[in-house]
């Protein structure tokens, strides 16, 4: 039978899966002999059986109980016992962090009996109502489900009643009637009574944390973090400290290392007399971690020794949730810390500096998606003027957008294509949605480690919190500074997440110092720590990669900044953006020409605007591989649109006019060209084939290129590459054309030309002839845009807007396979195609330029696939580097 309870000394790290991410580490942090509370974690296998049928898995309760009574056993006393009640705190704890997306119960085991027990043997009946009333709420909201806006309202009622400022100054008395009256709320609501019986109040709070991993909030959470949905939440039981027991007690959080930049030294946030869930809230505000040092000296040398035999076994940045109990220090969580991209890269290289990891775990800790967050834009602050307030630095970057003031109008405006900054005084999980929706997030209140700060930094998104000069006026939709400027909803405001500012109307934005670096090499003063990081990082990446990387690019400029960046070539130049702009008119005639003539008139006026776009960018990658792509054009992009001349033409004769003959010429001409469907149409290889001279006009240009950049001593390497071929035949057509023009180049110029010819692989037809295909093809490329859209039957230029989301959202796929490889689909045409290629032409060299060659999953995938490269946007590059280094891990 399936064991469902751990005791935290039984567990380890590496039993996350089972024990969730918490569970593991308490039993880690117990077996290193640190000072854990006591208890048990029920696994989420257990939360997967109640979740499959609705029930508690058999035998499960029999184990708590077991367990239970170790626990107090220990403890010398009962669950709940009258004169000296043993509490507990029941919490989740998936595999992956879900910070505040669960529930949590604290002071499990107080009741009418038991809570003048606690009274007496802590010494505070002020504490022990506290404790009680905090139960009834959290047990109403969470298990019995009273909406908590019932219970908020009591107390504040009450707090008027009073006249007091916080709950702080309601005294035992004050606090014994509220429990009072909670209880009676919850008989109102839910006609039940909140239930006497420890063993009932655990056992139902065990079962409403395996339910709350099915809540709205976790969902949402999970979709945006793209966590699966069946891994299901492990419980942990523990036994409670008490963190607001008086001016002796108190709880924290804090980081081995600063979560925003990596730096060493101990960082985090002390609340006195407070418990744990008061930290993270950030309800009150908290003080610097320094101040327990001078509070309780021995508390915090031991904290301090403890983080630090903590960072040096994960050999990690950790962070850590303690409460101090009449100045004993008790450790209740402790995690690998979630950090911001910058921190991420500066840990790595410092901690491999340290000789705590190797080059290759610091590249495996770093990622693309971080890298690809630290090129972006900063403020110019020199250009900002003062700033309307300041706040902690909680998560870095720049943003700008209309001040909105809850989570609905920030979804609301979101939708509707409108920037925004969500403000708040503080943040809850319930303001999940207007957080994914902002461009930021501004509170008033709370710490580094509050909910609007870690919540924002896991997701990458700008946030300053505790900005405590701030008036935020929720109910009038606004907030005031401290030198009376109100800021009003739908005001734009930016947020410096970096230095955690906050400025009137929209500031400008200056280059990363990242980007700066990977352009230029150069580090900037006060970037050394993340420009080392990631500069270790991507030299470790070229060491152990197995995969090239080329770039899309189409211009001389995109060629040269892909070099910089670490390009080893070109892997797609579209040749049909060269002609958008002035150029796009050649392109309409050459496709309407009527007679030979005009489309012989047309090619030769093409003809040395290519070869010059070829020769500078042969000269820009030169003795790099530049793949050269003949001409796709899905036509509607090219042809002038069909109702606008149709209007053009019909207003003209509704004036009385004579319609301007070339419109009239050219609409019929349009007509006759039009398709249902262009993306499917009369494309690539296709175009080459039906209009005559257009292939021996792009070779042309090729060849004279790259004899013109040899004469000049260069060393251009071009390759020619066919789209959209199905069929091994047009392949064979094209490429039989390629050689006569290369030929006559070769002879008219004097310089023996060789280009390889291959093809692109977008099509299902030339996956699954891929072996045929390889007999004329010296490479392959794979056009993932395309072949995702010919494999799935989703229009690339529309499905995105129209019903991705409800894909997404059903659960269809996890992210679009625009941007992430459907690996079971196409990922099985890529599979196919590489072998039979390679069956055909041993050593064929096969890359890939759809999007997906800079994302970092696909990257992934296509160096499992055996690819020799993948070619990705100039910016994507470094990107690419990091994660096939990491891929070949
Ligand atoms: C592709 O289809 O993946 C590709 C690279 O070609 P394009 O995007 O130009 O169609
Ligand atoms: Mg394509």
Redesign the pocket.
């Given at each position: 039978m399936a064991r469902y309870v751990y005791d935290f000394t039984e567990g380890g790290r590496d039993m996350a899966g089972l024990l969730g991410g918490k569970g593991a580490n308490l039993a880690e942090m117990t077996r290193l002999g640190l000072p854990v509370p006591q208890g048990f974690t029920i696994t989420t296998e257990a939360c997967r059986a109640f979740l499959d049928s609705g029930g508690e898995p058999p035998g499960m309760w029999e184990e708590v109980s077991s367990h239970l009574s170790a626990v107090e056993a220990a403890a010398g006393r009962m669950l709940g016992q009258p004169d000296d009640p043993l509490l507990l705190s029941v919490r989740s704890g998936a595999r992956f962090s879900m910070p505040g997306m669960m529930e949590t119960i604290l002071d499990i085991g107080l009741n009418d009996e038991s809570v003048l027990g606690l009274a007496k043997v802590s010494g505070s009946e002020r504490f022990a109502w506290d404790s009680y009333r905090r139960l009834v709420q959290m047990f109403g909201t969470t298990v019995m489900g009273v909406d908590a806006s019932h219970f908020e309202r009591a107390i504040a009622l009450l707090k008027d009643v009073r006249a007091v400022p916080d709950d702080v100054h309601l005294d035992a008395g004050d606090l014994a009637q509220l429990v009072e009256t909670y209880k009676n709320l919850i008989h109102l609501e839910t006609g039940e009574y909140f239930p006497q019986s420890p063993a009932e109040q655990l056992r139902r709070a065990v079962l409403a944390v395996f339910q709350s991993w099915n809540g709205e909030r976790a969902r949402l959470y999970r979709r945006r973090e793209h966590i699966p949905d069946d891994l299901g939440t492990a419980v942990n039981v523990q036994r409670m400290v008490f963190g607001n027991l008086g001016p002796d007690s108190g709880s924290g959080v804090a980081f081995t290392r600063d979560p925003a930049t990596g730096r060493p030294g101990l960082y985090g946030d002390y609340l006195p007399n407070a418990q744990g869930e008061d930290v993270v809230a950030g309800i009150r505000n908290t003080v610097p971690l320094d101040e327990l040092g001078r509070l309780n000296p021995d508390a915090f040398a031991r904290l301090r020794a403890h983080m630090e035999t903590l960072e040096r076994h994960y050999r990690d940045l950790c962070d850590i949730e303690f409460t101090v109990e009449r100045g004993t220090l008790w450790m209740l969580q402790t995690r690998v810390g979630k950090r911001t991209a910058e921190a991420a890269f500066a840990i790595a290289a410092a901690l491999a500096d340290e000789g705590l990891i190797t080059a290759d775990d610091g590249l495996a800790r770093v990622n693309g998606e971080s890298l690809a967050r630290l090129m972006f834009p900063r403020f110019d602050v020199s250009a900002s003027g003062d700033p309307l307030a300041h706040g902690i630095p909680a998560s870095p970057g720049a943003a700008v957008g209309a001040a909105v003031f809850d989570s609905a109008e920030a979804v609301r405006r979101a939708a509707a294509g409108e920037k925004v900054v969500l403000v708040r005084q503080e943040t809850t999980p319930d303001d999940l949605p207007g957080m994914i929706a902002a461009q930021a997030v501004l509170t008033s209140r709370g710490g580094k480690t509050s909910h609007a700060a870690v919540v924002a930094r896991g997701m990458g998104k700008v946030c300053v919190c505790g900005a405590e000069e701030l008036s935020v006026d929720l109910g009038g939709r606004r907030f005031t500074t401290p030198d009376g400027t109100v800021v009003e909803e739908g005001t734009v405001v930016s947020v410096d997440g970096t230095a955690g500012a906050v400025y009137a109307g929209p500031v400008a934005l200056v280059d990363s110092a990242v980007m700066r670096f990977l352009e230029d090499g150069r580090a900037d003063e006060g970037a050394a720590g993340v420009v080392d990081g990631v500069a270790r990082a991507l030299r470790r990446a070229d060491a152990v990669r197995r995969l090239e990387v080329r770039a899309n690019a189409d211009t001389p400029e995109d060629a040269a900044r892909a070099r910089r960046f670490g390009a080893q070539g070109i892997g797609?130049c579209?040749t049909e953006h060269m002609f958008l702009g002035d150029r796009r008119k050649l392109v309409e005639e050459m496709i309407l020409a009527r007679t030979d003539a005009e489309r012989d008139r047309a090619l030769a006026a093409l003809l040395p605007l290519q070869r010059e776009d070829f020769t500078r960018i042969l000269e820009a990658m030169d003795g790099l591989p530049v793949t050269i792509r003949l001409l796709?054009p899905p036509l509607h992009e090219f042809l002038p649109d069909h109702t606008e001349l149709a209007v053009r033409i019909a207003s003209a004769e509704a004036r009385g006019d004579l319609p301007d003959a070339h419109d009239v010429e050219l609409l019929t001409a349009v007509n006759r060209m039009h398709e249902e469907n262009p993306m499917l149409g009369l494309r690539g290889v296709r175009l080459g084939l039906v209009v005559p001279g257009l292939v021996a006009m792009q070779v042309r240009a090729i060849g004279e290129a790259v004899a013109r950049r040899v004469l000049a001593g260069g060393d251009p390497r071009a390759e020619i590459m066919v789209?959209l071929v199905g069929d091994v035949r047009e392949l064979r057509i094209v490429r039989e054309e390629v050689q006569r023009v290369l030929g006559e180049v070769s002879e008219t110029s004097g310089v023996a030309l060789a280009c390889p010819v291959g093809t692109?692989i977008?099509l299902p037809r030339a996956a699954l002839t891929a072996g045929r295909i390889a007999e004329e093809a010296e490479f392959f490329s794979f056009?993932?845009?395309?072949?995702t859209q010919t494999t799935w039957g989703f229009s690339r230029d529309d499905v995105e807007a129209e019903f991705f989301s409800a894909y997404l959202d059903k659960g269809v796929f996890p992210s679009s396979p625009f941007e992430t490889l459907d690996r079971e689909g196409v990922g099985r045409l890529v599979g196919i195609a590489v072998a039979e290629g390679r069956a055909t032409r041993p050593g064929l060299k096969i890359g890939v330029?759809?999007e997906h060659g800079g994302d970092p999953d696909s990257v992934h995938f296509f160096h499992a696939a055996g690819l020799d490269y993948v070619s990705c946007s100039p910016f994507r590059v470094p990107v690419a580097r990091l994660e096939a280094g990491r891929a070949a891990l």
């Amino acid at each position: 039978m399936a064991r469902y309870v751990y005791d935290f000394t039984e567990g380890g790290r590496d039993m996350a899966g089972l024990l969730g991410g918490k569970g593991a580490n308490l039993a880690e942090m117990t077996r290193l002999g640190l000072p854990v509370p006591q208890g048990f974690t029920i696994t989420t296998e257990a939360c997967r059986a109640f979740l499959d049928s609705g029930g508690e898995p058999p035998g499960m309760w029999e184990e708590v109980s077991s367990h239970l009574s170790a626990v107090e056993a220990a403890a010398g006393r009962m669950l709940g016992q009258p004169d000296d009640p043993l509490l507990l705190s029941v919490r989740s704890g998936a595999r992956f962090s879900m910070p505040g997306m669960m529930e949590t119960i604290l002071d499990i085991g107080l009741n009418d009996e038991s809570v003048l027990g606690l009274a007496k043997v802590s010494g505070s009946e002020r504490f022990a109502w506290d404790s009680y009333r905090r139960l009834v709420q959290m047990f109403g909201t969470t298990v019995m489900g009273v909406d908590a806006s019932h219970f908020e309202r009591a107390i504040a009622l009450l707090k008027d009643v009073r006249a007091v400022p916080d709950d702080v100054h309601l005294d035992a008395g004050d606090l014994a009637q509220l429990v009072e009256t909670y209880k009676n709320l919850i008989h109102l609501e839910t006609g039940e009574y909140f239930p006497q019986s420890p063993a009932e109040q655990l056992r139902r709070a065990v079962l409403a944390v395996f339910q709350s991993w099915n809540g709205e909030r976790a969902r949402l959470y999970r979709r945006r973090e793209h966590i699966p949905d069946d891994l299901g939440t492990a419980v942990n039981v523990q036994r409670m400290v008490f963190g607001n027991l008086g001016p002796d007690s108190g709880s924290g959080v804090a980081f081995t290392r600063d979560p925003a930049t990596g730096r060493p030294g101990l960082y985090g946030d002390y609340l006195p007399n407070a418990q744990g869930e008061d930290v993270v809230a950030g309800i009150r505000n908290t003080v610097p971690l320094d101040e327990l040092g001078r509070l309780n000296p021995d508390a915090f040398a031991r904290l301090r020794a403890h983080m630090e035999t903590l960072e040096r076994h994960y050999r990690d940045l950790c962070d850590i949730e303690f409460t101090v109990e009449r100045g004993t220090l008790w450790m209740l969580q402790t995690r690998v810390g979630k950090r911001t991209a910058e921190a991420a890269f500066a840990i790595a290289a410092a901690l491999a500096d340290e000789g705590l990891i190797t080059a290759d775990d610091g590249l495996a800790r770093v990622n693309g998606e971080s890298l690809a967050r630290l090129m972006f834009p900063r403020f110019d602050v020199s250009a900002s003027g003062d700033p309307l307030a300041h706040g902690i630095p909680a998560s870095p970057g720049a943003a700008v957008g209309a001040a909105v003031f809850d989570s609905a109008e920030a979804v609301r405006r979101a939708a509707a294509g409108e920037k925004v900054v969500l403000v708040r005084q503080e943040t809850t999980p319930d303001d999940l949605p207007g957080m994914i929706a902002a461009q930021a997030v501004l509170t008033s209140r709370g710490g580094k480690t509050s909910h609007a700060a870690v919540v924002a930094r896991g997701m990458g998104k700008v946030c300053v919190c505790g900005a405590e000069e701030l008036s935020v006026d929720l109910g009038g939709r606004r907030f005031t500074t401290p030198d009376g400027t109100v800021v009003e909803e739908g005001t734009v405001v930016s947020v410096d997440g970096t230095a955690g500012a906050v400025y009137a109307g929209p500031v400008a934005l200056v280059d990363s110092a990242v980007m700066r670096f990977l352009e230029d090499g150069r580090a900037d003063e006060g970037a050394a720590g993340v420009v080392d990081g990631v500069a270790r990082a991507l030299r470790r990446a070229d060491a152990v990669r197995r995969l090239e990387v080329r770039a899309n690019a189409d211009t001389p400029e995109d060629a040269a900044r892909a070099r910089r960046f670490g390009a080893q070539g070109i892997g797609l130049c579209r040749t049909e953006h060269m002609f958008l702009g002035d150029r796009r008119k050649l392109v309409e005639e050459m496709i309407l020409a009527r007679t030979d003539a005009e489309r012989d008139r047309a090619l030769a006026a093409l003809l040395p605007l290519q070869r010059e776009d070829f020769t500078r960018i042969l000269e820009a990658m030169d003795g790099l591989p530049v793949t050269i792509r003949l001409l796709d054009p899905p036509l509607h992009e090219f042809l002038p649109d069909h109702t606008e001349l149709a209007v053009r033409i019909a207003s003209a004769e509704a004036r009385g006019d004579l319609p301007d003959a070339h419109d009239v010429e050219l609409l019929t001409a349009v007509n006759r060209m039009h398709e249902e469907n262009p993306m499917l149409g009369l494309r690539g290889v296709r175009l080459g084939l039906v209009v005559p001279g257009l292939v021996a006009m792009q070779v042309r240009a090729i060849g004279e290129a790259v004899a013109r950049r040899v004469l000049a001593g260069g060393d251009p390497r071009a390759e020619i590459m066919v789209p959209l071929v199905g069929d091994v035949r047009e392949l064979r057509i094209v490429r039989e054309e390629v050689q006569r023009v290369l030929g006559e180049v070769s002879e008219t110029s004097g310089v023996a030309l060789a280009c390889p010819v291959g093809t692109m692989i977008e099509l299902p037809r030339a996956a699954l002839t891929a072996g045929r295909i390889a007999e004329e093809a010296e490479f392959f490329s794979f056009g993932t845009n395309d072949l995702t859209q010919t494999t799935w039957g989703f229009s690339r230029d529309d499905v995105e807007a129209e019903f991705f989301s409800a894909y997404l959202d059903k659960g269809v796929f996890p992210s679009s396979p625009f941007e992430t490889l459907d690996r079971e689909g196409v990922g099985r045409l890529v599979g196919i195609a590489v072998a039979e290629g390679r069956a055909t032409r041993p050593g064929l060299k096969i890359g890939v330029c759809g999007e997906h060659g800079g994302d970092p999953d696909s990257v992934h995938f296509f160096h499992a696939a055996g690819l020799d490269y993948v070619s990705c946007s100039p910016f994507r590059v470094p990107v690419a580097r990091l994660e096939a280094g990491r891929a070949a891990l």
